[in-house]
């Protein structure tokens, strides 16, 4: 596994340069609830997170014959901004587009939910490349489906700080097996908080939540260092103990993408197994990648520098230290 560690600073810088490209999806997307009161009456839920930023830059568009007849309650909840009011739209909003606009439609997702009073359900995600969708009159379930499946995808291989995690958890495996243990621990570990919180039985506040996961980053600097020196230490001999007791607070994690949407509690075995399964096949894809690459380096030979091969742990340290403080602050910061 030396030939993983050889390319690790190389995939570390790509990834961020993926981060800074896509600063705005590590925030929670906007999110926005129609629930249909009446033949043509909707109670509309309107929230986006807490930067003035957004609030003033996005907004939902609707089609012609809608319109707001009430005055919007506006208010702050912990960290997002929302705003409650009654939509009119004579004639229905079947067929019709509903989409997003302003300033910083080009930069943010918005999760979309109708909830009709047939008890029928479409969600929908509009990101800066699609900024609309169709009412339809009956919901898809195979697009439905995708729509939970992309968004596990996309949650993990947005999440920076979740792999280089993973990353960090490969750098200090040694031997196939041992990788497949510890892969399999993360998975159930996160899987299970994923499904706990999906369900409404824990949760786990984002500040300190994020806080937290910056740290196992942190923790896994010295091992690395450990692991090069070929020392070891209670993480080096069973990784998979601490993929496992991390990957519960990764799951807190996972789960922000998919409580949002505010499911119902028949929705949510089928949006939580297609979530999650979008999160593993994202994980997979990122370790086979890296796993590849390694092979690659390996069978054309290259030799590096031995500076470049202590870069990975003090890299792996320093983002950790990096993100620990700076999401320290926020959480203060929210404190007082």
């Not at 993926?18 to 009161?37: D, I, S």
């Amino acid at each position: 596994m030396r030939g993983l560690r050889h390319i690790f600073f190389a995939v570390l810088a790509g990834l961020l340069v993926f981060r800074a490209v896509l600063q705005a999806h590590e925030l929670q997307p906007a999110y926005l609830e129609l629930n249909q009161t009446g033949p043509d009456t909707f109670h509309v839920l309107w929230k986006v997170p807490a930067r003035d930023d957004l609030q003033r830059g996005i907004r939902p568009q609707w089609p012609d014959n809608c319109r707001v007849t009430s005055d919007p309650i506006i208010a702050q909840a912990g960290n997002a901004y929302t705003e409650r009011f009654t939509l009119s739209c004579p004639g229905g909003l079947e067929g019709r587009l509903i989409g997003i606009q302003g300033s910083m439609a080009a930069l943010a997702d918005v999760l979309v939910r109708l909830q009709r009073t047939d008890g029928t359900t479409q969600i929908a995600r509009l990101t800066p490349s699609q900024r609309s969708f169709v009412v339809e009159s009956a919901p898809d379930r195979w697009h439905q489906a995708a729509t939970f499946f992309r968004l596990g995808l996309e949650h993990i291989l947005m999440g920076v700080d979740h792999l280089l995690f993973v990353m960090g958890l490969l750098l200090i495996v040694k031997d196939r097996w041992m990788l497949l243990k510890t892969i399999t621990a993360f998975t159930v570990a996160h899987s299970i908080t994923l499904a706990v919180a999906t369900f409404g039985y824990a949760s786990a506040p984002l500040p300190p939540l994020n806080a937290a996961i910056a740290l196992s980053i942190l923790f896994l600097g010295p091992e690395i260092i450990r692991q090069q020196r070929g020392e070891t230490s209670l993480t080096l001999r069973h990784p998979w103990v601490v993929a496992f007791a991390f990957g519960l607070l990764h799951g807190f994690g996972f789960a922000s993408g998919l409580t949002s949407l505010g499911l119902s509690h028949a929705e949510i075995p089928a949006a939580l197994l297609l979530f999650n399964v979008g999160v593993e096949a994202g994980q997979l894809f990122f370790v086979l990648v890296i796993l590849l690459l390694e092979r690659s380096f390996r069978l054309l030979e290259i030799r590096w520098q031995r500076w470049a091969e202590m870069l990975p742990a003090y890299t792996v340290g320093s983002l950790g230290v990096y993100w620990s403080l700076q999401r320290t602050i926020i959480l203060i910061k929210g404190l007082l």
